[in-house]
């Protein structure tokens, strides 16, 4: 591209990763035939589908923008695999294991699960402990896979109040209950993403939701259906801040998950000073979605991010910083200690990824302290991306911010785990 001819242009991001794997886990567990319209098929995805091929559920790609799953429902599912010890290899996925633990210990179904070598550093103990607390017998080592499953829950229900906030508890105890047929009442303080209670009356399961409560009644049975995934808002977060800080840039994206628990990103840039438009709302399977054009910025100003926030926007936190160390001020990123716990510690390797392209950014225990404007150049070595992949997408953003919009393209494999397209993208928006 020319120089300073910004990025510009119109995409649709990677579908949303944590609706796709819970739509094809709840249409696993339906009877009948679901339809799900430009689900994200990538790296992670694909191991939610191959668990339930395992199950003897159908999956079927039409093209890629549709994905059919036929399967005789949860109770016939618990007679085709009962007798049968099944093994699983999660590879990266730590979406599909904590889901797949859950939905796995209430249908009562024995089952070792393994991962790849970061998935077996993720903590597992969080969804672990409390099944236990459920009558399962579950082995796992100090906490982390491998994993062995030996007895499903005994328990007459579940009611549980989270003590952290993650939405895969969350959900993979709706799952526990779902399988054994009991009832299920969880106390949400945080207000993780809610993807799941969204999505499940489209299945006909009746969902009672009053103030932090969650309440999913026994004897609930799953129908096939049709839904839509929209973009994902994580990924959208990228372009969201490149288009902001390279220089003459427009960029429109479309059908976008603007879903409350999720559009944090889009809340801390704008109160920054990000010029962000929205339009075209619109909703399917109780999720809205719209269009979002996002312009060059005149001028960011620091902010800070506390734990009111941080769960609507954890993953998003990388990217963000990025655009904090082009704002004028200091920023903090507080209550963010989730992020030692993902693909990498993402505390130490953004703070290495963005020092090392000449940013001021200083770890702390649970976040960061970042000044800014810092002026940024594309260093001479390699950083590592830590086969994390919103760490390798971090690395091609500031790139592009460094460069005032251009890029080598690297191409990267850790993005596939999300965003198989990126570059495809990339390529488009640089007119490379």
């Keep these: 591209m020319t120089e300073n001819q910004g990025l510009v242009g119109e995409i649709q ?24 319209n430009n689900p994200l098929i990538a790296a992670d995805t694909k ?35 009962s007798g049968n010890s099944l093994t699983f290899d999660f590879g990266n996925s730590g979406t599909t294991t904590r889901l797949m633990i859950g939905l796995l210990a209430g249908i009562g179904q024995s089952a070792v699960i393994t991962g790849d070598d970061s998935l077996s550093k993720r903590p597992m103990d969080r969804v672990v402990t409390l099944l236990e607390k459920y009558g399962a017998k579950i082995e796992t080592h100090e906490g982390k896979l491998p994993l062995t499953i030996k007895q499903g829950i005994t328990g007459k229900e579940i009611r549980e109040d989270l003590q ?18 009991i009832p299920v009442i969880i106390y949400d303080k945080f207000g993780t993403r809610n993807h799941t209670e969204n999505m ?32 994902d808002a994580s990924s959208a977060a990228f372009w969201l801040v490149a288009g902001t800080l390279v220089s003459n840039s427009q960029i429109t994206l479309r059908n976008i998950s603007i879903n409350p628990t999720r559009s944090g990103a889009l809340q801390v840039l704008q109160r920054m000073g990000a010029d962000i438009l ?3 709302q619109t909703k399917d399977a109780g999720e809205a979605f719209a269009d979002i054009v996002i312009k060059t910025a005149k001028q960011l100003n620091a902010t800070d991010i506390n734990e009111r926030e941080m769960p609507a926007l954890i993953d998003e936190v990388p990217i963000i910083a990025l655009a904090m160390s082009q704002a004028n001020g200091i920023s903090h ?38 000044s800014g404007p810092a002026s940024l150049k594309v260093p001479v070595k390699k950083v590592s991306d830590h086969d994390d992949h919103r760490i390798a997408m971090l690395q091609e953003i500031t790139t592009l911010v460094a460069s005032d919009g251009t890029t080598d393209f690297k191409k990267m494999d850790s993005v596939k785990i999300s965003y198989p397209q990126f570059y495809e993208d990339l390529k488009e928006l640089t007119h490379a």
């Design 13 to 36: 991001v990677a579908s949303d990763k944590s609706m796709t794997h819970r739509a094809i886990i709840l249409a696993a567990m339906a009877r009948g035939k679901t339809i799900i």
């Design 47 to 81: 191991q939610t589908i191959r668990a339930v091929q395992q199950l003897g559920i159908s999956v079927t790609h039409e093209q890629s923008s549709v994905m059919i799953i036929v399967s005789p429902g949860i109770v016939a599912i618990k007679k085709m695999v």
């Design 164 to 181: 952290i906030p993650s939405a895969q508890v969350k959900t993979s105890l709706m799952l526990v209950g779902l399988g054994a047929n």
């Design 200 to 231: 499940l009356p489209t299945f006909g399961v009746n969902v009672n939701q009053q103030a932090s409560m969650i309440y999913i009644p026994e004897n609930q049975s799953l129908h096939g259906a049709k839904l839509t995934i929209p973009g």
């Design 278 to 280: 929205i339009s075209n």
């Design 333 to 370: 990123v507080t209550h963010a200690e989730e992020l030692r716990v993902k693909e990498s510690n993402r505390i130490m390797s953004v703070t290495e990824t963005l020092n090392s392209f000449g940013a001021k950014i200083r770890a702390n225990q649970d976040g960061f302290t970042i």
